[in-house]
């Protein structure tokens, strides 16, 4: 197997993580599209370390993997609690960041 | 000291205005008369002394006072000059001058502004002897704005009617229109002359130096400012105005001495105008016109002072006809005699208004030649003098300037001048007679006048019967004298004895013919002139030239202040302000709207700044390679 | 002390402001305060014109780092241009106190105190950031003068003059930048001290560029015709020790900001400059006149008049010739002290009738003659009066006008005219004729008389004797003009 296939792969991958994130609304979407991006760089990692012979990709993947699941358990936690006091996970429901509409 | 002559004036000015200042309630009447006439009372004695000294055929005396300036090639001084020109210039001024200060002590007694009157006249006094004292063009031009000053002061001295202040106003702006002029003239001469001084005395031996094209621009600009100054056409309509200010002032400064600062000037460049005499035919025209201009309207006139301003500028006109053509002596000797009875005239005038109660109008005056025995009688000597009757003043000078005008063959010139003697001979005596012989008028008991008042008139009227002889030509059995004192660069004339006895004669009959003119329409029964034809009525709205001046100068004016306050200011220049703040507004409306608060939309931001980052450091800067 | 005279100079006032606000000091002390620390600071120039040395260069320069690493230096020094400057400011302070002697808010002693000392320090500055800092320190006392204790539509007006003016002070901010940077870029190290960034020469498309970046900082200040819509309504609306500190001072400012920068920087670029430049100030010199006539507020009338004669000393700087030159910093002096006078008349015409309006105004001259005699007096001294010294500096000016060019000095010679537009018929209005209100006010009382004397006497003398003055600033401003002629090849 050439180690392009897999480049090929990560990039498919990433590419379908990104537009994803900037194109869903839902929440849950968006943390699946983001596990996809992070999939993907995964996986670049550990195919470098296999063409590299390097074990330094493959320890850094591992530990890639224990962060996402600390992250996945903290954003869907975050979730949960947004749909209790909200009744929605639409992110674009939640724009209290922009300016206040002013009488210019 | 020759200083003393300038200084003492200004410093009496400073005292007596420092101590109105202080109290301008306070009465004070010995302190100021005192100062304020005392003061050049002692300038004509030291003035005198220069004229004997320069008599002896000593040489010009100069004294400097302090170096004014010295910057680059421009090194003034305040320095005085005494030669022939200037020191009869200031025995004349110093002398009727103090003359005027005691008649004004005696017409402004009752008023409350008399401490402030005598630090104005001083003023002027000074400022007139700076200008003719003066050994270089800045400090001339120096007295010359000074003598405006003076002149606006006491123009506008009552200065509770507000149309006095607009008199005062259009004697100064004139005055300065004519000074642009002025000082274009004199930067021009210092430029071309740079590096070589400029005193008059080294302009004079250096005037080679600057080419004729140049030299005629400057004798043109000169002229300009002495078209101000001395109210000839087309600046002259500050002069009838300026009769608001008291009659002494009208004496002083705008008969005998500022109005004829012009004629002066020009003698005093006399070796600029002998290289450029198609300027001086420019210049003699211009007095000609005046001088018959202004003898039409004084024609029509009702109110006496304004007969005489308007006489004043006719009379100037002659003098800038003489220094014009090339006879300096001559200008300058008709100066020197119309002092003598103009001032006569004006005072005269002023001694018929008091005794009135401040009545201006001839017509409504009459028949005083009894009551007012003196004032009369020297009028009537005073009358004589101006009409070229000899053997009175008048006629001496007069008669010199129309021969120099028919010797140098401008048969127009002459024709006019003599024209204009006829008018003067009229009006003169319309005025006499209506005031002193005509039916008069239902008046209240005359208000006595002080001796300080007549005994002035009574000198002058001995000088202007007297000192027609100093100039008197060797056909009429004088010498020229003053002719030969002034030295000044005079045209030569030819002409013989018979021809001068022909044109004395035709003046004397046009004086007569004009005086019996004005006896046969107004020694009976004066009327005065009605507005009833095209004609009259032109005249006596003064050629409508004052509403001329307003409509193609003021209104302009304010028509285009107007308009940069609410059109180019606001609209142009703001405008563009405008369109800067109008630019942001909309730029932060744009950035608004990116600022969704959507945080994909941030993503998508962040997409698109990375990524460009990323291609620029990559392909442009090849970050990694 | 002697080393450090000039640092002193500048900052006794801002301390004093420091230490009298750190004391929370009541508006007595505030007063003495005020009041000593411009009288010593007076004293401190009259020493240094005392010792100055009219043939030597730059005097009393103290040059220390300051930011190290970035080229930023403490760079101060006097010469005859910021002497007469110098002078000017600390001279004008002390009558203005007097003026403002019930003034009980307190801002408006500090606001003069820091004034002081930002004015001072733009004259004294010889490194382009110090000057930098200065030029805007200058600008937050005006902001609140007029902010906060102004009339009219103060607010709006102080936002307009300080935008407008920083835009100017942006733009020459990255020229500085740039210039520092040029420099770094040949030599090796940062300065931005004047004498070093002066022997640079830059290639002709930038440095017009950056020329243009201080000019226009500067024509704002001055201001020239089309930079100029701040001034009237900043003026209108800015109470009299602003306005009259705006007036003598600051816009001197920009005038000195091209005679100081421009020429030691920019020496051959302001030959393709000076065309445009002498235009607009030609026609500075009539537009503002032609607009005053019908203005109907004093101060703004006023402003105006600044401005056309500020048109005039701008001319003067670009005609290099050597009477231009004298003419134009002898305007900035006398002119500087007969505006002060007028807006100070008009400051107490304020104070008595509470209208500058000259609609509303009028027969004074009846009741106040010592208020007519100086307020003719100071308007006299402004339209060029012989025997007052803006006569003088306009006559050189004339002079040189006529040395450059014919037609340059026929327009410049127009000066004669323009002022008597607007002033002779506003004195009839405001001080002759009837009185158009019943207000019962007194006439200058003799503590308002001692503050006008000085500036009256001053302009008098500097009439009757300019050389007294003139050997002062006379061998170095000659120097100085050979040096740029020789570069520039005199103009036209």
Do not use: C
């Not at chain 1, 995964?42 to 990709?57: E, H, I, M």
């Not at chain 2, 309509?237 to 004629?263: E, K, N, Q, R």
């Not at chain 3, 609609?359 to 025997?387: H, Q």
């Amino acid at each position: 197997m050439s180690p392009q296939l897999f480049f090929l792969l990560a990039s498919i991958l990433f590419s379908i993580g990104l537009v994803g994130l900037v194109s869903r609304k839902n929440l849950f979407v968006l943390y699946m599209s983001i596990e996809l991006m992070l999939s993907s760089v995964n996986l670049l990692l550990a195919t470098f370390s296999k063409v590299l012979g390097d074990a330094g990709g493959s320890v850094i993947a591992l530990l890639i993997i224990a962060v996402i699941a600390a992250e996945a358990a903290l954003f869907l936690a975050m979730t949960v609690h947004i749909y209790r006091n909200n009744r929605t996970v639409d992110s674009d429901h939640f724009d209290k960041l922009r300016e206040e509409a002013h009488n210019a | 000291m020759l200083s003393l002559i300038v200084i003492l004036p200004f410093l009496s000015a400073f005292i007596m205005g420092v101590v109105y200042l202080g109290d301008t309630k306070k009465k004070r009447y010995l302190f100021y008369t005192l100062i304020g006439v005392g003061i050049p009372a002692i300038s004509t004695v030291l003035s005198f002394i220069f004229g004997i000294q320069l008599l002896g055929g000593s040489e010009p005396i100069h004294h400097t006072l302090f170096q004014w300036i010295s910057i680059g090639d421009f090194n003034i001084e305040i320095a005085f000059m005494a030669d022939r020109l200037s020191v009869v210039m200031i025995s004349f001024i110093t002398f009727i001058g103090t003359l005027i200060h005691i008649y004004a002590a005696g017409y402004m007694k009752e008023d409350e502004g008399y401490g402030k009157f005598f630090a104005y006249f001083n003023l002027f006094m000074g400022s007139m002897l700076l200008l003719v004292l003066a050994d270089n063009p800045i400090m001339m031009f120096v007295g010359w704005e000074l003598v405006g000053l003076s002149s606006y002061l006491l123009i506008g001295f009552y200065h509770k009617e507000s149309s006095n202040i607009t008199a005062a106003n259009k004697a100064f702006i004139l005055n300065r229109v004519g000074d642009f002029g002025f000082i274009m003239a004199i930067s021009l001469l210092f430029i071309s002359l740079e590096g070589s001084g400029f005193t008059f005395e080294s302009i004079k031996a250096n005037i080679s130096m600057i080419d004729h094209e140049t030299l005629t621009l400057i004798g043109i600009l000169l002229f300009v400012g002495a078209m101000g100054k001395s109210a000839q056409i087309p600046l002259y309509v500050w002069l009838p105005d300026a009769m608001a200010g008291p009659t002494p002032v009208s004496a002083l400064i705008h008969a005998a001495t500022m109005v004829t600062a012009g004629v002066y000037m020009v003698a005093r460049y006399s070796f600029i105008y002998i290289e450029i005499p198609d300027v001086g035919l420019f210049i003699a025209s211009i007095g000609a016109a005046s001088a018959l201009f202004a003898a039409i309207i004084a024609s029509y006139q009702s109110d006496i002072k304004k007969i005489l301003a308007y006489s004043t500028m006719s009379q100037l006109g002659y003098m800038f006809m003489a220094v014009g053509l090339g006879a300096y002596s001559s200008g300058i000797f008709h100066v020197f005699t119309h002092a003598f009875f103009k001032a006569l005239l004006f005072m005269g005038a002023g001694a018929v208004i008091i005794a009135l109660h401040h009545e201006q109008n001839i017509f409504k005056m009459g028949g005083l030649k009894k009551e007012l025995k003196l004032v009369y009688i020297t009028m009537f000597i005073a009358t004589l003098a101006i009409s070229g009757i000899p053997p009175f003043a008048g006629f001496f000078s007069k008669d010199a300037i129309l021969i120099t005008a028919f010797a140098s063959e401008h048969y127009i010139l002459w024709s006019i001048g003599s024209l204009t003697a006829m008018l003067t001979a009229f009006y003169m005596f319309r005025l006499l007679f209506t005031v002193f012989h005509s039916q008069p008028t239902q008046r209240k008991k005359l208000h006595a006048l002080p001796a300080t008042m007549t005994t002035p008139l009574v000198i002058l009227a001995f000088g202007s019967a007297t000192v027609g002889f100093l100039g008197a030509n060797e056909a009429y059995g004088g010498n020229s004298w003053i002719n030969t004192f002034l030295a000044l660069p005079d045209r030569a004339l030819n002409i013989s004895h018979a021809t001068e006895y022909m044109l004395g004669g035709l003046n004397v009959f046009l004086g007569l013919l004009g005086m019996g003119l004005a006896y046969k329409l107004f020694a009976q029964e004066a009327q005065e002139a009605k507005e009833d034809s095209l004609f009259r009525k032109v005249v006596i709205h003064k050629f409508y030239i004052d509403e001329i001046y307003g409509f193609f100068i003021l209104k302009p004016l304010l028509v285009l202040s107007d308009f940069i306050a609410k059109v180019m200011d606001p609209k142009i220049f703001d405008g563009f302000i405008y369109l800067n703040v109008w630019g942001y507004r909309k730029a932060a409306v744009l950035f608004n709207r990116l600022q969704n608060g959507k945080v994909r939309y941030y993503a998508l931001y962040i997409l698109i700044g990375v990524s460009v980052m990323s291609y620029y450091l990559i392909l442009k800067l090849k970050v990694m390679s | 002390m002697i080393d450090n005279i000039l640092s002193h100079i500048i900052f006794l006032p801002l301390l004093t402001a420091l230490l009298l606000g750190l004391f929370r000091a009541k508006i007595t002390y505030l007063k003495i305060g005020a009041m000593f620390s411009s009288v010593a600071t007076l004293l401190l120039v009259i020493w240094t014109a005392y010792h100055f040395d009219p043939d030597g260069g730059m005097q009393f320069v103290k040059h220390s780092p300051w930011i190290q690493n970035t080229g930023m230096s403490y760079f101060i020094g006097v010469d005859y241009l910021s002497l007469v400057i110098l002078l000017l400011i600390s001279l004008l302070m002390p009558p203005l106190y007097i003026y403002m002697y019930h003034e009980k808010r307190k801002g408006y002693w500090y606001n003069m105190m820091l004034l002081q000392t930002g004015v001072t320090g733009a004259v004294l500055s010889l490194d382009l950031v110090l000057f930098y800092l200065f030029w805007e320190t200058m600008l937050l006392p005006i902001f609140i003068m007029i902010g906060k204790y102004g009339n009219g539509l103060h607010q709006y007006n102080s936002m307009k003059i300080i935008l407008m003016t920083i835009m100017g002070s942006m733009s020459m901010l990255f020229s500085i930048m740039y210039i520092g940077y040029v420099y770094f870029d040949t030599v090796g190290i940062w300065s931005f001290a004047l004498t070093d960034l002066s022997t640079l020469t830059f290639n002709i498309k930038t440095s017009i560029w950056l020329t243009a970046g201080f000019l226009l900082a500067f024509a704002i200040k001055i201001p020239l015709v089309g930079f100029h819509t701040w001034m009237a309504p900043a003026y209108g609306s800015s109470p009299t020790p602003a306005v009259v500190i705006m007036s003598a001072i600051m816009a001197k400012l920009g005038i000195y900001g091209i005679w100081r920068f421009g020429f030691a920087l920019f020496d051959t670029v302001l030959v393709y400059y000076a065309p445009t430049i002498i235009m607009l100030a030609l026609i500075g010199l009539l537009y503002y006149a032609i607009r005053a006539i019908t203005e109907d507020n004093l101060r703004k009338m006023f402003a105006y008049s600044s401005g056309s004669h500020l048109s005039l000393i701008a001319l003067g700087l670009f005609l290099t010739n050597i009477y231009a030159w004298s003419g134009s910093l002898y305007l900035i002096a006398t002119h500087a002290l007969a505006t002060t006078g007028i807006f100070i008349m008009i400051g107490l015409t304020y104070k008595r009738f509470r209208t500058v309006q000259i609609s509303a105004l009028g027969g004074i001259a009846s009741k106040a003659p010592k208020f007519t005699f100086f307020f003719t007096f100071f308007a006299l001294s402004i339209a060029g009066l012989p025997g007052t010294g803006g006569f003088v500096a306009e006559l050189l000016i004339i002079i040189g006008a006529f040395k450059a060019n014919f037609w340059i000095g026929v327009l410049t010679a127009t000066t004669m005219l323009s002022a008597m537009l607007y002033i002779f018929w506003m004195l009839q209005r405001t001080l002759f004729g009837k009185a158009n209100n019943d207000s019962d006010y007194e006439d200058l009382s003799l503590r308002e008389v001692v503050m006008l004397l000085p500036l009256v006497i001053l302009l008098l003398v500097t009439g009757i004797m300019p050389s007294l003055f003139t050997p002062i600033f006379e061998p170095q401003l000659t120097a100085s003009l050979q040096e740029i002629i020789n570069v520039i090849g005199g103009l036209k």
